[in-house]
């Protein structure tokens, strides 16, 4: 393991609290593990993490993040997360890929929902030109995937551009549509996440745009 990974994890265990691993052994289920570490005490372990090792480039980042997730801990796989999260500015379009292998073992919103909202947005709103076309046609992909978890992540990607004013609604609009296509094929009726990430865009552009909103409807 890295030293940068030692220190998240090592900090991560110190922050354990039993009672709080069964909660979220409660709630989540038990096809991970769980520290008991809080969400703020993750935060903190990355940033943390960060400024003892600031001169981490794109690759140890990345390498970074895989390495996190490799081992199938709740509070390793968020601090991968909110790595990914911290150093968007640093990821190019082929991380898309590794993100797309996080997106597919996550199974929860918790953690599909920041890798799409903070990780994969940002990241397909920087780029341009081909670069910009390529990650498009990953999300469009994503959107027709019997993962349903993967349709819900091409889903809410544009949410934070769409709920600031701007943000790619077209491809948000063909996406939904990609993805309602092989809905009713791969979901029950008691489990629809990708449809709960429509959803969610919708309710973000409600306030600023209600005419997206009313348009999608009809």
Do not use: C
């Not at 597919?104 to 599909?112: C, E, F, G, N, S």
């Not at 063909?174 to 629809?192: E, F, N, Q, Y």
């Amino acid at each position: 393991m890295s030293a940068a990974g030692e220190f998240v994890d090592d900090t991560l265990q110190r922050e354990a609290s039993w009672y709080r691993a069964e909660d979220m052994r409660h709630r989540f289920g038990s096809a991970m593990r769980y520290y008991g570490a809080s969400v703020g005490a993750v935060r903190g372990t990355v940033r943390d993490a960060l400024r003892r090792h600031a001169a981490l480039a794109h690759d140890e980042v990345t390498a970074l993040s895989s390495e996190l997730w490799e081992v199938p801990v709740y509070e390793r796989r968020l601090a991968a997360v909110v790595l990914l999260q911290s150093k968007v500015e640093l990821l190019t379009n082929s991380d898309l890929t590794r993100i797309e292998g996080f997106v597919r073992d996550a199974h929860m919103p918790t953690l599909v929902d920041p890798l799409a909202v903070d990780v994969v947005g940002p990241l397909v709103e920087g780029l341009e030109g081909q670069q910009r076309g390529r990650a498009d046609a990953v999300l469009d992909r994503w959107a027709g995937d019997p993962d349903v978890w993967l349709r819900r992540a091409s889903l809410m990607a544009p949410l934070r551009a769409l709920r600031a004013g701007g943000g790619d609604w077209d491809g948000f609009v063909r996406r939904a549509k990609i993805a309602s296509d092989v809905l009713g094929a791969t979901t029950t009726a008691g489990s629809r996440p990708d449809q709960e990430g429509v959803e969610a865009v919708l309710d973000a552009v409600a306030g600023r745009r209600p005419e997206l909103r009313l348009a999608f409807r009809h």
